[in-house]
């Protein structure tokens, strides 16, 4: 997992060496302050008590030394703000490069993952919530860059610490250094221990927190149902029995992930005191001077910090670890629907077969058994049946939503899996009863059918689908804003807007799917007058339960359990007094009985 993070920061080598450079920079200039204790003790103790260091302190020390006690330590506090001042650029450089390269490689991320979810087949979407995918683009990419930032930029930034601090303590005194080494194993193995845990709670955490997105995704799409039930307790207390169980998994893995840098100062606290004892005796007997003593237990003391930076580091990496598993779930998906076609479909000439296609969403209980079908173009073929009969996922067939488990779909004689998926969609429109509109304006959600489509051509949208007048009403015409899924318009509006757009995009197929039947009487008559201009000259296939609209259709299929039991125009079905005349029956007989009414 670790390696396939390390694939996005290596997208930027150039920044990363310049950040390791000035981590190197900062690091050093952090271990020259701990350098500047022999100075010190030498300017306030003598010279008597302090060792010869690295040739650079030699210099510093030289210039010190010139002059009386006051003026080497003014000398000496001069040296010390000297080295801050250096160091202070760049530690603001470290902190731009790393955020920069923090918020370059989640970005990379994100939109990886959204568009691996825009190229991922509906069956994909159909089988996964989407409370679950948005907890995986919002919450699961915060985790990552959260992890990357202190999992990974400081991490590295405190390893280089951790040299810089090792190495004047080995420098200082190689047998406290030792001890110190044989000590180090212990924190190690409880980091370890430790973190492994850290990183299985908190893909629990994950799952149960998309778990939280999905209920409250739920509820605000279903908010009208709720409340006409009156189920609003009921949802409060479901969110709030999973909210309970998140909240107290969350404060068991942060106790446990707090317990890495408790553990790391206790231990450190330990060796500090062994270096002590040690550190005196070593003294006593004139085998260390006290200024190398004092630069050991200065770097050993220095090295807290990074040493549990380091800690809580591997805990949030291992934090990010899960969130990027979870991630690359959906960038390293395998597709139902696989685009392998190398032709392209450039026109539809004859017909459209279904040979023996059998279909199932969970390869169980089949939806579909041995569909046996022709489209003709021209032509308008209307599909009819009880609700799950497997009619919309007949249709969904066409433009390969779905894959058949076994059997062929054809278009003039080739398989549809030949063909590109592109140019395949290219020929064929959609109008659902559920239509999906976008937060944005009239405008663009009509253009989204061709967006290089010209002025005059969407006006001609405008008019063919009977939008003209509902616009002109408007103060801001096609401009206006229609809200999330269009909800500040009506069902009638929504789906006229649908009609334009699928205008635009002028495909040879046409797909309706229950497009009408939530409409009050009059959105209905100018949604059928729409449709009515939409599918002139075009090939036409519609799911209507109303069969009265499906009456005129040239040809009209029954399906009932995934198959075909009746086919024929209006009147050769009622004549063979099936399913068909019984729906047609039921339906008339209702309509009655609302007319006496």
Same mark, same amino acid.
């Given at each position: 997992?670790?390696?396939?993070?390390?694939?996005?920061?290596?997208?930027?080598?150039?920044?990363?060496?310049?950040?390791?450079?000035?981590?190197?920079?900062?690091?050093?200039?952090s271990?020259?302050t701990?350098?500047?204790?022999?100075?010190?003790?030498?300017?306030?103790?003598?010279?008597?008590?302090?060792?010869?260091?690295?040739?650079?302190?030699?210099?510093?020390?030289?210039?010190?030394e010139?002059?009386?006690?006051?003026?080497?330590?003014?000398?000496?506090?001069?040296?010390?703000?000297?080295?801050?001042?250096?160091?202070?650029?760049?530690?603001?450089?470290?902190?731009?490069?790393?955020?920069?390269?923090?918020?370059?490689?989640?970005?990379?991320?994100?939109?990886?993952?959204?568009?691996?979810?825009?190229?991922?087949?509906?069956?994909?979407?159909?089988?996964?919530?989407?409370?679950?995918?948005?907890?995986?683009?919002?919450?699961?990419?915060?985790?990552?860059?959260?992890?990357?930032?202190?999992?990974?930029?400081?991490l590295?930034?405190?390893?280089?610490l951790?040299?810089?601090?090792?190495?004047?303590?080995?420098?200082?005194s190689?047998?406290?250094?030792?001890?110190?080494?044989?000590?180090?194993?212990?924190?190690?193995?409880?980091?370890?221990?430790?973190?492994?845990?850290?990183?299985?709670?908190?893909t629990?955490?994950?799952?149960?927190?998309?778990?939280?997105?999905?209920?409250?995704?739920?509820?605000?799409?279903?908010?009208k149902?709720?409340?006409?039930?009156?189920?609003?307790?009921?949802?409060?207390?479901?969110?709030?029995?999973?909210?309970?169980?998140?909240?107290?998994?969350?404060?068991?893995?942060n106790?446990?992930?707090?317990?890495?840098?408790?553990?790391?100062?206790?231990?450190?606290?330990?060796?500090?005191?062994?270096i002590?004892?040690?550190?005196?005796?070593?003294?006593?007997?004139?085998?260390?001077?006290?200024?190398?003593?004092?630069?050991?237990?200065?770097?050993?003391?220095?090295?807290q910090?990074?040493?549990?930076?380091?800690?809580?580091?591997?805990?949030?990496?291992?934090?990010g670890?899960?969130?990027?598993?979870?991630?690359l779930?959906v960038?390293?998906?395998?597709?139902?629907?696989r685009?392998?076609?190398?032709?392209?479909?450039?026109s539809?000439?004859?017909?459209?077969?279904?040979?023996?296609?059998f279909?199932?969403?969970?390869?169980?209980?089949?939806?579909?058994?041995?569909?046996?079908l022709?489209?003709?173009?021209?032509?308008?073929?209307?599909i009819?049946?009880?609700?799950?009969?497997?009619?919309?996922?007949?249709?969904?067939?066409?433009?390969?939503?779905?894959?058949?488990? =076994?059997?062929?779909? $054809?278009?003039?004689?080739?398989? %549809?899996? @030949?063909?590109?998926? +592109? *140019? &395949?969609? !290219?020929?064929?429109?959609?109008?659902?009863?559920?239509?999906?509109?976008?937060?944005?304006?009239?405008?663009?959600?009509?253009?989204?059918?061709r967006?290089?489509?010209?002025?005059d051509?969407?006006?001609?949208?405008?008019?063919?689908?009977?939008?003209?007048?509902?616009?002109?009403?408007?103060?801001?015409?096609?401009?206006?804003?229609?809200?999330?899924?269009?909800?500040?318009?009506?069902?009638?509006?929504?789906?006229?807007?649908?009609?334009? =757009?699928?205008?635009? $995009?002028?495909?040879?197929?046409? %797909?309706? @799917?229950?497009?009408? +039947? *939530? &409409?009050? !009487?009059e959105?209905?008559?100018?949604?059928?007058?729409?449709?009515s201009?939409?599918l002139?000259?075009?090939?036409?296939i519609?799911?209507?339960?109303?069969l009265?609209?499906?009456?005129?259709?040239?040809?009209?299929?029954?399906?009932?359990?995934?198959?075909?039991?009746?086919?024929?125009?209006?009147?050769?079905?009622?004549?063979?007094?099936?399913?068909?005349?019984?729906?047609?029956?039921?339906?008339?007989?209702?309509?009655?009985?609302?007319?006496?009414?």
């Amino acid at each position: 997992m670790l390696k396939k993070l390390g694939g996005y920061l290596f997208k930027y080598k150039s920044l990363l060496c310049s950040l390791i450079i000035v981590m190197a920079i900062v690091a050093i200039f952090s271990g020259f302050t701990i350098g500047m204790i022999t100075p010190i003790v030498s300017a306030i103790f003598g010279k008597s008590n302090v060792s010869k260091g690295p040739w650079i302190l030699q210099w510093l020390f030289n210039w010190i030394e010139e002059g009386n006690r006051m003026d080497s330590l003014v000398k000496l506090a001069i040296s010390i703000v000297l080295i801050y001042g250096i160091k202070a650029p760049f530690s603001l450089l470290l902190y731009y490069l790393s955020d920069t390269l923090e918020q370059k490689t989640i970005s990379d991320i994100r939109v990886d993952m959204f568009g691996k979810l825009t190229t991922l087949s509906y069956r994909f979407h159909s089988k996964i919530k989407s409370g679950e995918l948005l907890s995986k683009i919002t919450n699961d990419t915060e985790k990552i860059r959260f992890a990357l930032k202190r999992g990974v930029i400081d991490l590295a930034r405190n390893l280089f610490l951790l040299l810089v601090y090792f190495g004047l303590a080995l420098w200082a005194s190689w047998r406290l250094f030792l001890i110190s080494i044989v000590l180090t194993p212990m924190t190690l193995l409880i980091i370890q221990f430790i973190g492994k845990r850290v990183r299985g709670k908190f893909t629990t955490l994950r799952k149960q927190r998309a778990f939280l997105n999905t209920i409250a995704s739920e509820m605000l799409q279903g908010i009208k149902i709720i409340k006409s039930f009156g189920m609003e307790h009921y949802e409060l207390k479901r969110f709030e029995e999973e909210s309970t169980n998140y909240r107290k998994n969350y404060v068991k893995s942060n106790l446990l992930k707090g317990f890495l840098p408790i553990s790391s100062e206790f231990l450190g606290s330990f060796l500090v005191g062994v270096i002590l004892v040690v550190g005196g005796i070593l003294i006593f007997r004139g085998i260390i001077t006290p200024d190398k003593f004092l630069i050991f237990l200065g770097s050993a003391v220095m090295l807290q910090q990074p040493a549990r930076q380091i800690n809580l580091a591997y805990g949030d990496l291992q934090h990010g670890l899960a969130s990027m598993e979870s991630v690359l779930e959906v960038i390293e998906a395998e597709d139902y629907i696989r685009d392998n076609g190398r032709l392209k479909l450039d026109s539809f000439e004859k017909v459209f077969t279904f040979s023996n296609v059998f279909f199932s969403y969970d390869r169980a209980e089949p939806i579909l058994n041995g569909i046996n079908l022709e489209i003709t173009k021209g032509g308008t073929l209307a599909i009819v049946g009880p609700s799950g009969a497997g009619k919309t996922t007949l249709v969904n067939l066409i433009p390969r939503f779905f894959d058949p488990l =076994r059997g062929k779909i $054809k278009v003039d004689g080739r398989d %549809i899996r @030949d063909f590109t998926l +592109s *140019s &395949l969609r !290219a020929k064929i429109g959609i109008v659902t009863q559920d239509v999906i509109l976008f937060n944005d304006s009239i405008r663009n959600n009509i253009l989204y059918g061709r967006p290089e489509a010209s002025a005059d051509e969407l006006n001609d949208a405008l008019k063919k689908s009977n939008l003209k007048d509902f616009v002109n009403r408007l103060p801001d015409g096609l401009d206006t804003e229609i809200g999330e899924r269009g909800g500040r318009i009506s069902g009638g509006e929504r789906q006229r807007i649908a009609i334009a =757009r699928v205008i635009l $995009k002028n495909p040879p197929i046409m %797909i309706l @799917d229950e497009a009408t +039947s *939530s &409409l009050d !009487a009059e959105s209905e008559r100018l949604v059928q007058d729409a449709m009515s201009k939409l599918l002139r000259g075009r090939t036409a296939i519609i799911i209507a339960h109303r069969l009265s609209t499906v009456r005129n259709a040239d040809r009209i299929i029954v399906l009932e359990n995934g198959k075909i039991i009746e086919e024929g125009d209006h009147n050769e079905l009622l004549r063979k007094r099936g399913l068909y005349k019984r729906l047609y029956d039921l339906q008339f007989k209702v309509v009655n009985s609302q007319d006496i009414s």
